[in-house]
């Protein structure tokens, strides 16, 4: 998941650690200060030998529409922008878990399905999803309508030229029968569907749920989830592949096996892709980091590497990403020749975000003796949430 130094691009923004040994120069026309640079960022991006501890990516796939888009109404835009923030907040509430190796987050899917929550919800239950998306000030039809509008724009495949399956379920337990106007609007809004399982069978419930999850996703995601938690809550699943398709493709012919240090110790073949062309970059000499922007098929979204100058621990560079931070990194860019090797890669990750929602405001949804989702069903009575968001293979590039 990037902006051109505002809320109003999309992109992809991920973070990777990397070793590699010295390699040739870049550009034999480049100034002294260029050639330097472009060892570093060789040293980065095409090493002959890599090491790679752990790859975090921040997955900003719907921000807002820039001038050359689609223009998005008010309500639309600052929700975009309250989904970015959202975003990052999540991200750094994620990355403190040392068990976390991957984190792929697209906002507006996050997003959107709190805003099914909150049109399910009641009371405080609904206003509390609306103040952890910083949305309190606006009406309930403003939030499901610039949501649903803001969905559709980013996740237009042909407009983005990406390939991009996203599906979304609220699973109900088998008591629950749905509102038929929650149906309708949670559809009509957000492209939700809804189905009744019993929860209380695991085994079965586990399969049925990684069963739709396969078949919506032609078959990317076999496996969504190994467990359900509350035999008497709702379950949101958000199954998404998603595959960009680069601006400036790399040739198949460009294309070689290079060592990739899995640890210290252990090295692994990858396909390397190689390529020169003009891209926006940026080197941060105060935070010792290069940054390279590459663009998307159609511009509509960007890939955004993030590189320090030498092998260290994420820690410093987990601190550095707040949403200002890479506005600014983003606002200061320069197109400049590049070359450029990169691992063709999948990330395949599935989050449970109920607790990391919850650590951000979101209590009561998921409390089942507070939480007031009588919208869902037409009915008072307790209906806990949990939300798992699962990206697919092809997330990465």
């Known amino acids: 998941m990037g902006r051109k130094g505002r809320a109003a691009r999309r992109g992809l923004l991920r973070r990777t650690q990397l070793r590699g040994e010295s390699p040739a120069n ?17 040293l980065l991006l095409e090493t002959d030998r890599m090491w790679m501890t752990k790859v975090v990516a921040l997955c900003l796939l719907a921000l807002v529409a820039s001038a050359e888009d689609k223009k998005l109404s008010s309500h639309a835009t600052t929700l975009a922008d309250n989904s970015a923030n959202l975003a990052f907040s999540l991200y750094h509430n994620m990355a403190k878990e040392k068990d976390t ?3 792929l987050i ?6 959107s399905s709190l805003g099914m929550v909150a049109l399910g919800g009641k009371a405080s239950t609904a ?5 952890v998306l910083s ?16 969905l ?24 629950v029968s749905f509102a038929d106007d929650f149906v309708k609007n949670s559809k009509k809004h957000y492209n939700y569907d809804h189905s009744k399982i019993n929860f209380r069978d695991k085994r079965s ?13 032609d078959g990317k995601l076999p496996e969504i989830t190994k467990d359900v938690q509350n035999p008497d809550g709702a379950m949101i699943v958000n199954a998404m592949f998603f595959k960009p398709h680069w601006d400036e493709k790399f040739h198949d012919k460009m294309v070689d096996t290079r060592g990739f240090l899995v640890t210290r110790s252990f090295t692994i073949g990858v396909p390397m892709m190689h390529r020169t062309g003009l891209y926006d970059f940026y080197e941060d000499t105060e935070n010792r980091i290069f940054l390279l922007n590459m663009p998307l ?29 890479v506005d600014t990194w983003l606002s200061k860019m320069e197109n400049r020749a590049v070359a450029i090797s990169l691992p063709k890669i999948s990330v395949e990750v599935s989050h449970n975000l109920q607790k990391h929602l919850a650590e951000l405001g979101l209590t009561e949804a998921v409390d089942k003796a507070k939480a007031d989702l009588s919208n869902i069903s037409g009915k008072e009575g307790p209906l806990p949430l949990q939300c798992l968001p699962r990206f697919g293979p092809g997330a990465g590039h």
């Not at 870049?26 to 060789?42: A, W, Y």
């Open 26 to 42: 870049l550009c034999q026309n480049e100034n002294r200060r260029h050639e330097n640079i472009s060892r570093l960022l060789q």
């Open 101 to 103: 190796e991957n984190i």
């Open 152 to 175: 559709s724009e980013v996740s237009n495949a042909k407009t983005r030229n990406t390939t991009w399956k996203i599906n979304n379920r609220l699973y109900g337990p088998s008591s």
């Open 297 to 325: 098929g159609q511009k509509q979204a960007s890939m955004i590497l993030i590189m320090p100058y030498h092998l260290e621990p994420l820690d410093r560079l987990e601190k550095l990403l707040t949403r200002k931070q």
């Open 106 to 111: 697209s906002p507006v899917v996050v997003a």
């Open 135 to 150: 949305a309190d000030k606006l009406k309930d039809e403003h939030l499901h309508a610039g949501l649903s509008e803001l």
């Open 127 to 131: 206003s509390q999803v609306k103040t």
């Open 205 to 217: 419930a586990v399969n049925s749920i990684n069963e739709w999850a396969a078949k919506s996703t």
